[in-house]
């Protein structure tokens, strides 16, 4: 619980015209899972937040931020490789959809991300 609420701080901090609110909400909802990116010592350098629609298959991410000072180092595409796999055995998951904001489009295209849904609509 601790370390949610460290992961709170640092969304409510990178994603700022998110409402502290609305992230409290999903990131502590039974439908929302959360992988938390810790330093040695215990630190929350940040996370992913999404919700898995395991029958559909997909998984949507809500939050994903890494601390600022952290930033630009590799972190974030270690978490995500660590989420996807995560996601793929433990929710049997095949893709993730998110709504990324404009500034980090660079970042999720790196990560294999496109603009254009492949998955089948229905
Ligand atoms: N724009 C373009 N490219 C980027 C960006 C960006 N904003 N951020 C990172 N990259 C690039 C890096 O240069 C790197 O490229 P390389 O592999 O060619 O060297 C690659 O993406 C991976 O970078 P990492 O160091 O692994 O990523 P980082 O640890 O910085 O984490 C993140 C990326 C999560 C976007 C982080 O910068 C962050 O927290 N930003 C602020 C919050 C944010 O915008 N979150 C996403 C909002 S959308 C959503 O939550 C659904």
Do not use: W
């Not at 929710?91 to 660079?106: I, Q």
């Amino acid at each position: 619980m601790m370390h949610l609420i460290s992961l709170k701080n640092i969304y409510s901090k990178q994603l700022p015209n998110m409402p502290k609110e609305y992230i409290v909400r999903l990131l502590l909802h039974y439908s929302h899972k959360s992988v938390v990116l810790l330093k040695r010592n215990g630190t929350v350098m940040g996370g992913i937040t999404y919700r898995a629609f395991t029958p559909q298959g997909f998984g949507e991410i809500a939050f994903c931020a890494i601390a600022s000072s952290e930033q630009v180092k590799g972190y974030g595409t270690r978490l995500m490789n660590y989420t996807k796999e995560y996601a793929v055995t433990m929710d049997h998951l095949s893709h993730f959809l998110t709504y990324a904001d404009n500034n980090a489009v660079g970042y999720f295209t790196k990560q294999g991300f496109t603009k254009e849904i492949t998955l089948d609509k229905a």
